[in-house]
Every structure is written in C-alpha cells, then in structure tokens.
C-alpha cells in the first residue's frame, strides 16, 4: 500500500484540476479544487470543484444532471495541478458544449454543442 501524496494548494487554497474524457482522451474543461472538493470527489466517486466566482463547493451537473464520474485522479509531478479522468455524461461546458474548449483562438468553432443551457438553467 502507498501514501497519499500531499496535494499543495496554492496561497488561495486552491488548485486546478483538468477533466479529461477517460476514454477518448478529450479535455472537457478545467476548474478549480478546495482540499473539501477532492475530499468530497474521493468519497463520492463524482467530480467535485469549488466555485471562485461564487465562493462555494459545487458538484459538477448537480444542477444540470451532466455528471462526472471520476474514475481515476491524478496529481502532477509538482503535486500543484490534479486531473480528473472521468466518464462525462452530457456536456461539461454551462455553455452548452461536450468542451469548454470549443473554439479556437482566432473564434473559430471546433466544438460539439450536445445541449440547449437555456433548457437546462433556464
């Protein structure tokens, strides 16, 4: 059996953390993780994130019912930056998109949109 390794929030008490598709590979978008957000992820099973603009804990599709299944966390080599292997379900972006990372720098569309946010946040 081994330890777990020490995550070093930031000066914030925070950290980023990328979802990735744990099948295709797909970065689906990235967020921000409190020490009770990994906690609540690692007991659950369910991708938990802590909202900066909101000041709270929040579950990923709570709200939308576009859940993370985490299968798997990793941590970096600087033990600053988690990732999230997850299996998605719906899209992971509040904008409607499979990807947050949806267009590219000069605005080009690249991205799938899979549902209407009017529908689902009303």
């Not at 909202?51 to 941590?75: D, F, N």
Request: glycine share 10%; with cysteine.
């Amino acid at each position: 059996m081994t330890d777990d390794v020490e995550v070093e929030f930031g000066a914030d008490g925070l950290v980023p953390a990328v979802a990735q598709d744990a099948d295709s590979g797909e970065v689906l978008m990235l967020a921000y993780v409190s020490p009770e957000a990994l906690e609540r992820t690692r007991e659950t099973g369910r991708a938990h994130y802590y909202s900066r603009s909101r000041e709270e804990l929040w579950e990923k599709g709570a709200t939308s019912g576009h859940t993370q299944a985490v299968g798997e966390i990793r941590v970096d080599c600087d033990a600053d930056t988690l990732l999230y292997l997850v299996d998605q379900a719906g899209g992971a972006c509040h904008t409607g998109h499979r990807s947050c990372f949806h267009r590219t720098v000069n605005g080009d569309h690249v991205g799938e949109r899979v549902f209407d946010p009017d529908e689902v946040y009303g």
